[in-house]
């Protein structure tokens, strides 16, 4: 299972290989979902709230978002659509 700080700063894949973004996970890692929100770091923070399954960290994302952007998004649907994100089966993780 690939960990959270991997998950939310993964960039692409290649087959079964998650790339990761290794700068933005060192620096922005350890940051709960509504703080990187906050922090404009929007695709991660929707990462952040699908990892955790938690619909309270998706609501978080949405008023930050919606708030910044002016838009009305509520659903998971609507913000995998926006951001093109959703959980993948991964082999390996590869750090860049």
Known sequence: MVSREDFIFTIGYDGGTAIVDG????QYGKLDTKAL????????AFASAVFSGSA?????????FNAKAGTTYSTEEE???L?????????RVMVL
């Open 23 to 26: 700068k933005a996970k060192a």
């Open 37 to 44: 929100a906050e922090a404009g770091l929007f695709r991660a």
């Open 56 to 64: 309270e960290e998706l609501r978080a994302l949405a008023e930050v």
């Open 79 to 81: 913000f995998m659509r």
């Open 83 to 91: 951001f093109g994100v959703k959980k993948e089966t991964i082999k």
